[in-house]
């Protein structure tokens, strides 16, 4: 079996004030790759963080890194590390470097959680077997049901 990880960790936000910096994702996204790769025989993890975090270059990056690696024999392993958010009708968003928040609870360029779910667990589109990991706040609204996808991640 392979076992391939992506691992996203959104340590700079473009919208968001200093003090909404997470200065210590990144070195958090550095240790997970390592320990996959040296104590769990992950043998590919891609890893993006800073200005490389903004969802349109995510997106690209995912598709393409599952694409390419992924088959019915992989262990795909994603793991996410940055800020979750809801919007007004309490679906959840894991935060891009590029997004943005809006008073009226309207969220701007975000990993959709509820696409997240439907095309890695539902679906299946790129691996048999999938491990998805939140470090965020709001991760639980990835198992929310009833939502509805307005944009597509991937």
Do not use: W
């Not at 960790?9 to 997470?22: E, K, T």
């Not at 040296?38 to 975090?53: D, H, L, N, P, W």
């Not at 992924?70 to 968003?93: A, K, Q, V």
């Amino acid at each position: 079996m392979n076992k391939f990880a992506f691992l996203i960790g959104v340590d700079q936000y473009q919208h968001l004030p200093a003090d909404r910096q997470l200065p210590y994702v990144a070195e958090d996204v550095r240790q997970m790759s390592e320990v996959l790769q040296k104590v769990c025989g992950f043998s590919i993890c891609e890893s993006i963080t800073g200005e490389e975090a903004n969802v349109r270059k995510l997106s690209i990056k995912l598709r393409e890194f599952c694409r390419q690696q992924c088959d019915p024999n992989t262990l795909l392993l994603l793991y996410f590390s940055g800020h979750g958010f809801l919007d007004e009708d309490r679906n959840g968003y894991l935060g891009c470097y590029d997004t943005e928040i809006y008073d009226e609870g309207l969220v701007q360029r975000a990993i959709e959680m509820r696409n997240l779910k439907e095309k890695f667990l539902e679906r299946k589109l790129f691996a048999r077997q999938v491990l998805i990991i939140l470090d965020s706040c709001y991760s639980g609204a990835f198992f929310a049901k009833g939502q509805t996808s307005s944009e597509d991640f991937l």
